[in-house]
């Protein structure tokens, strides 16, 4: 049986610490197989057996310490008359994955549901009732996911500024009065005039008192249990840190008898600063993480709230969750394109740019199909809807997108299992350096062995360590889907990175996958257009695609051909306004004695080229050879030579003959080819070449490309491809242009480079900074590190880590240098269901 997976989120998560205990809480429920969080994102994903009830998950993270976001929503549902009416309704409800408790009343007719934030949607939620025979619809207004994390986020950024304003007033006249009396003499000569040094010590101690009993109590409230549990996180290290500058200075101030001659130092000022400058890191950290997930809003963005729905001949305004498949809807021109669907009238230009990256609209007429979130041009359309909700393209991609933020590297592992014991080693290193200040430190002792304590306490906070890989991860993809290329699976970002060759199919990813004609030569004595004419009539009643082709060639308004006569193996006879057509390979001149030599050597020449060459007879007499070929892709040279350029073989596996393959591998200048490969063959063919060039990657986008996509390294698959092979990748490149290769191994070396950027700083500040703040260079001479300063470094330490992962939001595609595009996709994609 296949697991279930919930999605939720989670709250109080500060640092990696916290992360691996949230994991490790989800872990141990029975039932649960796989459980993941992401620190940037402040998601988990749990996979586990069917049975599985999100109200455990809830628990269990509560006992943690980091609870889980819920959301609540009401419905007013319509065909209960009993008990068991709401019983089969309840149950449907909470069968929804992500719903805790589901409580419907038969005397109001309405259901109370909690569900856990990101796990499922009100749409869900009203299509489970109503499937199950009672239909529903929101009671009131009700925001939706995305819109209900902006708002948590911007309540969090506000309550965060007003606690950080609060803590910096009560702050300002300590810091001023103790600090400035240390570093200005007048100052001091100021303070002890007027205030005097035992009131100055009570004003410290009353204001600081509010800071710690006001914005600071967070700490001290998130901290102390996860002490007491065992658990230890950041907060409990800035809890210990400032209460123990607190403690002292307040044994200083009030019972200072207790304390070695001239030990009776005040570092009220400490404490409090630390509060006022990890408050600024978190603010900026919660800013920064806003933008991190400027990827999906963008993309939730793109589909509109409502559409002009056809009944009849009324037109009626009608939100999106409240349109099903077969539905009638208007498009008025600009109007966005509300679900997918298929034009039923009218003809207009769609602006695609959005999710294929393709600055020029598309037009549209009957039986065309639009994609959710395009815009329409200047005509008015008539479609009906074909895929509504999460059957959307738009919104599996947005499901896509998520799911591949929310991964986990390889790298993350070692990561994660560093920063689980990370804080309880610097509980030990703090409590070895006082010991050691203590024993070893000149007098008075104990106050440099508490400002070297706290300093250690303060500055070795994980929150660079756990920020390091998910943002990258998060604003990487996010902007690989704004450049049109999915990733799917999310170690797929640094597998890519590693990868020696490419190996290409060629029919539909190196070309468009369909004959078009490509070249024609005519006889002297004979017109091109007239010819043209002539083989388009002869072949309009040919299903076969060569046939096509020769017939799209031709145009419109083609004569009526008579006496159509398949010859197989050799070609086609026809009447065409009173002239005999023959068209097909050299062997059928030869049989009906036509001499082809006059263009038999531009013939070869085409052959040779990787084209397949035709000639045409009319009335007995040779008129014209022309060839037909599947066309190289725009952009593909270009393609090729881009990723040799970055030291990649290029190869090219195809079930074509070889001397075809080879005539496209010369033209385009691929390093090796494999022909002649079935489906099965193409396996092989890949480890071949594994065994050759090392790690591999393969594009392709039929059905038969399945299995060598699931086998390679990295697959790579072409949006415009069937089903079965998007699935069967690791990355989608939604945009069909084989430039978009180029574009995926930029994004992931850039990406891998921006992690290992940010492991370099955060590990690298602890193994610097953490012996400085103990004061291993104080014997030689150096400074003994202010808590105030190790709160200032451990803030920054993250702004950091988070700034240097937005600038992962400037890379460029390779497709337009110059366009920014706004949102990934393509009218064609759909991934299975």
Known sequence: ???????????????????????????????????????????????????????ALVSALEQAGYPAAVSQLSLDIEGLSCASCVGRAEAALRAVPGVVTAEVNLATERADICYLTGATRAADLRA?????????????????????????????????????????????????????SHMVPAMHHWVMANIGHSNSFMLQFFLTTLVLIGPGRQFYGKGVPALLRGAPDMNALVALGTAAAYGFSVVSTFFPQLLPPGAANVYFEAACVIVVLILTGRLLEARAKGRTGAAIRKLVSLQPKTAELLRGDTVVETPVEEIAPGDLIRLRPGARVAVD???????????????????????????????????????????????VGRDTALAQIIQMVEQAQGAKLPVQGLV?????????????????????????????????ALVAGVSVLIIACPCAM???????????????????????????????????????????TLTEGHPALTNIHVADGFDRDAVLRLVGAAEAQSEHPIAKALVAAAGTDLPKAAQVEALPGF?????????????????????????????????????????????????????????????????????????????????????????????????????????????????????????????????????????????????????????????????????????????????????????????????????????????????????????????GAMALSSVFVLSNALRLHRLKSSLDEEAEVSAPGTASFRPAT
Not at 344 to 364: R, W
Not at 487 to 492: L, S
Request: proline share 4%.
């Open 416 to 448: 994660d299992r560093i920063t689980l014991w990370f804080v309880p080693a610097v509980l030990l290193t703090a409590c070895l350096t006082v010991l050691a200040w203590l024993l070893l430190g000149p007098a008075p002792a104990l106050p440099l």
């Open 128 to 180: 489970a009732s109503t499937n199950a025979g009672y239909p529903a619809s929101l009671r009131g207004d009700e925001a939706d996911a995305a819109e209900q994390a902006q708002q948590r986020r911007a309540q969090e950024i506000t309550a965060l500024a007003r606690q950080l304003s609060l803590a910096a007033a009560l702050t300002l006249p300590v810091f001023v009065i103790e600090m400035g």
């Open 466 to 508: 756990g920020l390091a890989t998910p943002t990258s991860i998060m604003v990487g993809i996010g902007r690989a889907a704004q450049l049109g290329v999915l990733f799917r699976k999310g170690d797929a970002l640094q597998k890519l990175q590693s990868v020696q060759v490419v190996a290409l199919d060629k029919t539909g």
């Open 571 to 791: 070609g086609l006879r026809a009447q065409v306004a009173g002239q005999e057509v023959l068209i097909g390979a050299a062997r059928l001149m030869q049989r009906e004695t036509i001499d082809c030599s006059a263009l038999a050597d531009l013939a070869q020449s085409w052959g040779a080229a990787g084209e397949t060459p035709f000639y045409v007879a009319i009335d007995g007499r040779l008129a014209a050879v022309l060839a037909v070929a599947d066309p190289i892709k725009q952009g593909t040279a270009a393609a090729i030579k881009a990723l040799q350029a970055q030291g990649l073989k290029v190869a090219m596996i195809t079930g074509d003959a070889e001397t075809t393959a080879q005539a496209i591998a010369a033209r385009l200048g691929i390093d090796a080819v494999r022909a002649e490969c079935l489906p099965g063959d193409k396996v092989a063919a890949l480890k071949d070449l594994q065994n050759s060039y090392g790690a591999l990657a393969f594009v392709g986008d039929g059905l038969n490309d399945a299995p060598a996509l699931a086998a390679a390294d990295v697959g790579l698959a072409i949006g415009t491809g069937t089903d079965v092979a998007i699935e069967a990748a690791d990355v989608v490149l939604v945009s069909g242009d084989l430039r978009g290769v180029q574009d995926a191994l930029m994004i992931s070396r850039a990406t891998m480079r921006n992690i290992r950027q940010n492991l370099g700083w955060a590990f690298g500040y602890n193994l610097l900074l953490v012996p400085v703040a103990a004061g291993a260079l104080y014997p030689f001479g150096g400074p003994l590190l202010s808590p105030v300063l190790a709160a």
């Open 341 to 387: 669907g298929e034009v039923t009238s009218g003809t207009s230009f769609v602006d695609e740019s959005m999710l294929s990256g393709e600055p020029l609209p598309v037009e549209k007429g009957k039986a065309a199909r639009l994609s959710a979130g395009t815009v329409n041009g200047s005509g008015v359309l008539e479609f009906r809807a074909t895929h």
């Open 1 to 55: 049986m296949q697991d279930r997976q919930i999605l939720m989120q989670i709250t109080g998560l500060n640092c990696a610490g916290c992360v691996g205990r949230a994991e490790k809480a989800l872990a141990a429920i029975p039932g649960v197989t796989e459980a993941s969080v992401n620190l940037a994102t402040a998601k988990g994903q749990v996979l586990g057996a069917q049975d599985l009830e999100p109200a």
